[in-house]
């Protein structure tokens, strides 16, 4: 997978709402599982939401029913659509693609602030 490129990050206030996008070059996307990591100061970087070649979904428990992450692969773009923001999902946001259970490409993320 070529390189990934994310977009959509900002400031809201908390229950508000943003989407990420990552837009990957290179082809052959539709193979690969996507994921959304996260990475809060002074925390370790952990997994937010990933989808499947096939479109399962899985998601961390924090952000159930608060965040979807879906796929376009004509494309080539991965969403997060983060909606019921809080506080504490304030981070550096990255996507990722995986191949086979290994992680073979990261972008370079983008932040995310969420405060009144």
């Known amino acids: 997978q070529g390189p990934l490129v994310e977009s959509g990050g900002g400031l809201v206030q908390p229950g508000g709402s943003l989407r990420l996008s990552c837009t990957a070059s290179g082809t052959r996307f539709s193979i690969y599982g996507m994921g959304w990591y996260r990475q809060a100061p002074g925390k370790q970087r952990e997994l937010v939401a990933r989808i499947t070649s096939a479109s399962s979904e899985n998601y961390a428990d924090s952000v159930k029913g608060r965040f979807t992450v879906s796929r376009d692969n004509a494309a080539n773009t991965v969403y997060l659509q983060m909606n019921n923001m809080k506080p504490e999902d304030t981070a550096v946001y990255y996507c990722?693609?995986?191949?086979?259970?290994?992680?073979?490409?990261w972008g370079r993320g983008t932040q995310v602030t969420v405060s009144s």
């Open positions: 990722c693609a995986d191949l086979n259970g290994i992680i073979r490409s």
